[in-house]
Structure formats: structure tokens, C-alpha cells
């Protein structure tokens, strides 16, 4: 069961690594950032579906798009500048705090 956080954690990096590269691809336009892109999503979706095994879909989901989101929020404030004003921060942790719900109170959650 472990292993199967494990490749969703891997799952996750990967898209998010995937998407903050698409801004650096510059429409597919450039080589290198579009092949870390194509790269980055076939590892995530690979190790999405491996996890799918142990973890039930909309648990998964839900936190691959919960972290995703915040994850490239993050990275787009951090490396391209991007602003982040208080409604995105307050959005963002309550995103966070859904994640962290579903995790410990769900019964849908595999504890």
C-alpha cells in the first residue's frame, strides 16, 4: 500500500514538473521543454495508473489535482513571477485543508 503513495507522490511531481514546462515550451515551440513536457506527463500518467491499484480513483484524483494545482501555483510564483494575491493563497490552503479532510475523515480513504 505504501508503494502505491509512493507512485502517486511520483505521479504528481511529474505532472507538475510536466505542466510548469509548458509555459517554457513556448507553444511547442522549443525542443528541450517540450520533450521534459511529453516526458513529464507520460511518467505521470504511467504511475498514476499503477497507484490506481491500491487507491480508489476519486481519492487519487482529488489529491493529484488538489497538489497539482497548488504545486504549479507555487512554481509559476517562484520561478516565472507570477503574482499570488490573498484570494489565491486563502484558495490554495483551502484546496490543502480539502485534501487533508478527504485524507483523514473520508471513508473512501484507504487508511
Known amino acids: 500500500m505504501l508503494k502505491s503513495w509512493i507512485f502517486l507522490g511520483v505521479a504528481i511531481v511529474a505532472e507538475v514538473v510536466a505542466t510548469s514546462g509548458l509555459k517554457a515550451s513556448e507553444g511547442f515551440t522549443r525542443l528541450w521543454p517540450s520533450l521534459l513536457v511529453i516526458a513529464g506527463y507520460s511518467v505521470a500518467f504511467y504511475f498514476l495508473s499503477i497507484s490506481l491499484k491500491d487507491i480508489p480513483v476519486g481519492l487519487a484524483y482529488a489529491i493529484w489535482a488538489g497538489l497539482g494545482i497548488v ?36 471513508k473512501t480513504a484507504v487508511h
Open 71 to 106: 504545486l504549479v501555483a507555487l512554481i509559476g510564483w517562484l520561478i516565472y513571477g507570477q503574482t499570488l494575491d490573498a484570494a489565491s493563497v486563502i484558495g490554495m490552503a483551502m484546496i490543502i485543508g480539502g485534501v487533508a479532510v478527504i485524507n483523514v475523515f473520508s
